[in-house]
Every structure is written in C-alpha cells, then in structure tokens.
C-alpha cells in the first residue's frame, strides 16, 4: 500500500470519527430544577372565623430565591391540592406573591421579605385577601418563628 492511499484511508477514518461525534444525538429529557417541597402555614381572616390556619406542603414549579416568578400549589395534611399561586421576586430578598385557594373561592396578594440568615425557601409572606382581610404565609422554616407557635395575620 503506498503512503498515499494509507494518508487518505486515515483522513477518511478521522472525518468519519468527526461525523460520529459532532451528530446530534437524542437526549433524554431532565427535569427543570425545583425547590424542594416543604412546609407552609398560611394564616387568614374570614367572615366566619377570626384566625384561619392551613398547614400543608408547598411544591414549587421553580427555584425560590434564584428564578424570577415561582409557581406553587399547596395541599394540604390530607395531600389534597387546595391552592395554587406565584411568587414573583422584586430584589434578592424581597417580592410579591398571589394564590387562590379552595377552588377559587378564597384568594389574596402581598408581598414578602427574607431575614438575614434566612435560606432562600423561608420567608414570611403577608398580604389581603380579596374581600380585604389581612393573610400571612409563614414559607419553610424562617427565623423568628417558633414550632406550634399560635400565628396571627
């Protein structure tokens, strides 16, 4: 075999090689990144009652404190879906939220802030309701806010 043909038989192989390895290949599909579920407390005022408590888990369709707006939806001890809502951040440490809960028969807004040495999933949140009742979220666990401890909006 004369030099030629072997330097163009391996110019083959290292194009051929080149193709294989610069080929789109079919990727499997990863999960976006989230936050981890965790505990929250929302505290509010009705016609009916003076304080309200639901204590639940919240599932995050984003990452707190990292992405812009957050989805989230809340179920409660029984594991049933009750509420849905967003937090929308406005610096590093503060931001707004909205929710509607009970298929739409309670909602509220307001707005949120992190404590120094807070993590990024704990917060205290407060807000109205619609019909202008005072509503607060108590998010994962923040400083200052005590296990078993009686909250009020």
Do not use: W
């Not at 404590?115 to 949140?125: H, L, N």
């Amino acid at each position: 075999m004369t030099f030629s043909v072997r330097a163009f038989g391996v110019a083959i192989g290292v194009v051929m090689g080149l193709a294989f390895d610069l080929s789109p290949r079919p990727s499997i599909a990863q999960q976006a990144a989230a936050s981890r579920p965790g505990p929250i407390t929302l505290v509010y005022r009705d016609d009916i009652s003076n304080v309200r408590q639901l204590k639940g888990v919240a599932h995050y369709g984003g990452v707190l404190g990292r992405d812009s707006s957050v989805s989230f939806t809340v179920a409660n001890e029984a594991g049933e879906q009750v509420c849905n809502g967003t937090f929308t951040v406005d610096s590093p440490r503060t931001g707004k939220f909205s929710l509607a809960c009970f298929k739409g028969s309670f909602s509220g807004n307001g707005t949120y802030q992190r404590k120094a040495g807070d993590r990024r999933d704990s917060f205290v949140a407060r807000g109205q309701t619609a019909r202008g009742q005072r509503i607060m979220l108590v998010v994962g666990k923040p400083s200052g806010i005590a296990d078993g401890q009686f909250l009020s909006p």
